[in-house]
């Protein structure tokens, strides 16, 4: 079956970085785009970023680009989301899921402290 496990989170202080990942089993994962997103306490889930099946091209939503960055390593059945310059705003949990897909992982927390 589709498992997606996502590792990673944690406390940070604001300007920090963190790096999240999320192990992909149970499907052909080169074949498919993957996806992040988040949910922040009180609020709807939203679009981080994706990132094609063969790691060429990641596209972010307006609020993350320039500081997150989406990278895949087939060979592995992983996605990482790299995030740099964190603000208190980030915080949530974030989730990868299968592109146009209701396969989504637990989600791991990001705390990002003022």
């Known amino acids: 079956q589709v498992q997606l496990v996502e590792s990673g989170g944690g406390v940070v202080q604001s300007g920090g970085s963190l790096r999240l990942s999320c192990a992909a089993s149970?499907?052909?994962?080169?074949?498919?785009?993957m996806t992040w997103w988040r949910q922040a306490p009180g609020k709807e889930r939203e679009f981080v970023g994706d990132?094609?099946?063969?790691?060429?091209?990641?596209d972010y939503a307006d609020t993350v680009k320039g500081r997150f960055t989406i990278s895949r390593d087939n060979a592995k059945n992983m996605v990482y989301l790299q995030m740099d310059n964190l603000k208190p705003a980030a915080t949530a949990v974030y989730y990868c899921?299968?592109?146009?897909?209701?396969?989504w992982g637990q989600g791991t927390q990001v705390t990002v402290s003022s």
């Open positions: 899921r299968r592109r146009k897909s209701n396969y």
């Open positions: 149970g499907f052909t994962f080169n074949i498919y785009p």
């Open positions: 990132i094609s099946s063969d790691g060429s091209m990641p």
